[in-house]
């Protein structure tokens, strides 16, 4: 990475680092873009070369996010089904979010409290729902827009959203217990694949 890539990073960083502050001491509808640019040494206009809005900033890493979800799908070896390249991925994936969960646990607040941010949310997890949908097609043999796989991969959606805690208030599920939860919903969702295609058709 160049000099000048590491300096859009750090202002990115800062940014991000800035808005999340500011939105756990003041709140979100109390925090304006002006705030953020300001605790971040930027201006306002510098904010919007980042990010289109404040509920953009919340959702900072879900692109490189769902573009790591379908790399890893898509390239999965023969023989290893959707949900077991989806575990794998989240398995992977933990040690990150455990770090970063205080953040993890305020979006999740904030989802509950502004439904704005909530339909944002909703609004991005289309993008995995796709990306899943994608991938189970291949399972069965469908195409990603046929109706088996939509709605597989809707269910997959229930499943990763499940993994947060049920109270929004509550403290942040532990790694293992989240694991559980996946697993739990992960055998769920191959039941409805041996029944929708029974046999070798769930398969890759």
């Known amino acids: 990475m160049g000099l000048r890539e590491r300096k859009k990073e750090q202002t990115r960083r800062a940014i991000e680092d800035a808005a999340f502050r500011l939105f756990a001491e003041r709140g979100f509808q109390a925090t304006t873009v002006a705030d953020i640019a300001d605790a971040a040494e930027v201006a306002p206009r510098t904010f919007f070369a980042y990010f289109p809005s404040k509920e953009d900033v919340l959702f900072a890493d879900f692109d490189e996010t769902a573009d790591a979800l379908a790399e890893r799908l898509r390239g999965r070896p023969p023989g290893e089904s959707t949900f077991d390249a989806l575990r794998a991925w989240i398995t992977g994936l933990l040690p990150d979010l455990e770090a ?87 055998e769920f969702l191959r039941g409805g694949v041996a029944v929708l295609a029974p046999g070798p058709a769930a398969q890759r």
Not at 105 to 117: K, N
Not at 149 to 159: H, N
Not at 177 to 185: F, G, I, V
């Open 100 to 186: 970063d969960e205080d953040r993890e646990a305020l979006r999740h607040r904030l989802c509950s409290e502004y439904e704005s941010i909530a339909a944002h949310e909703r609004h991005l997890m289309a993008r995995f729902e796709s990306i899943i949908a994608e991938s189970v097609a291949v399972d069965l043999g469908d195409e990603p827009t046929d109706l088996r796989p939509r709605m597989i991969a809707a269910a997959a959606i229930a499943a990763l959203m499940a993994m947060r805690p049920d109270d929004p208030g509550a403290e942040e599920l532990p790694g293992r217990e989240k694991l559980q939860r996946l697993d739990e919903a992960l």
